[in-house]
């Protein structure tokens, strides 16, 4: 499920999920607007008694409470209208007390999807996510980690426990960015990881030749 085709009336990144520092979060009154299938904690009659339903409003107050708010949400567009209040929805999620937390265009989210009409099952997903145009399409870089549940049997232990994986597994991913920074290199080292970067990044030169480094990258490949 693309951003753009869960996008009704517009991108949700204009006023919200912004990459500058103008981002802010949404209330639960504006995440109802948009997508208030979120605030689902039945399911659609349509399902059976096997259909376990997951109440996304439970699981994004829950990461409010890890620090995470909502900057992003739409649902999509159900051709049955008895549908509108359990259809497909997604939400994005940045960290609150670490908004600055990017580089250059690229910014660590937590997206939620999740639907109680039998469409999708629920999945919680961190990763790295770049606008890619003036539209504010978002594509992801790097996810980190993901979780999926479907909807049956036991799901309350699932979604707990997928939240705090996701939660871990990306917290450790973002630190390591901030412990490299400390690193100090000699100048030999710098050259070497220049070097190394320029020719993973760009493996053949114009004209098609292999790109070539110095006998110090050739002495540590």
């Excluded at 009336?9 to 999920?17: D, F, H, P, R």
């Excluded at 070497?192 to 070539?212: N, Q, S």
Aim: proline share 4%; glycine share 6%.
């Amino acid at each position: 499920m693309t951003a753009h085709a869960m996008i009704r009336g517009g991108s949700i990144y204009t006023n919200t999920a912004r990459f500058d520092d103008q981002q802010r979060f949404l209330t639960e009154d504006e995440i109802r607007s948009a997508a208030p299938s979120v605030f689902a904690t039945t399911a659609h009659e349509s399902r059976s008694a096997r259909f376990t339903p997951i109440a996304t409003i439970d699981v994004i107050r829950m990461l409010d409470q890890e620090g995470f708010g909502v900057v992003g949400a739409v649902q999509s567009v159900s051709r049955l209208p008895d549908r509108k209040d359990f259809a497909k929805h997604m939400l994005r999620l940045r960290k609150k007390d670490d908004v600055q937390r990017r580089v250059g265009d690229t910014v660590f989210e937590t997206l939620l999807k999740n639907a109680n009409d039998g469409s999708a099952a629920y999945d919680l997903l961190a990763g790295l996510f770049r606008i890619r145009c003036l539209n504010s399409m978002v594509a992801m870089d790097t996810q980190m980690s993901t979780q999926r549940v479907r909807h049956s049997g036991d799901v309350a232990p699932k979604v707990i426990e997928g939240v705090f994986s996701v939660l871990k597994d990306a917290d450790r991913a973002l630190n390591a960015p901030d412990k490299w920074g400390q690193l100090q290199l000699a100048a030999p080292e710098q050259m070497f990881l220049a070097e190394a970067a320029h020719a993973i990044r760009f493996p053949v030169d114009e004209a098609g030749a292999a790109t070539k480094c110095s006998p110090y990258w050739r002495r540590w490949h």
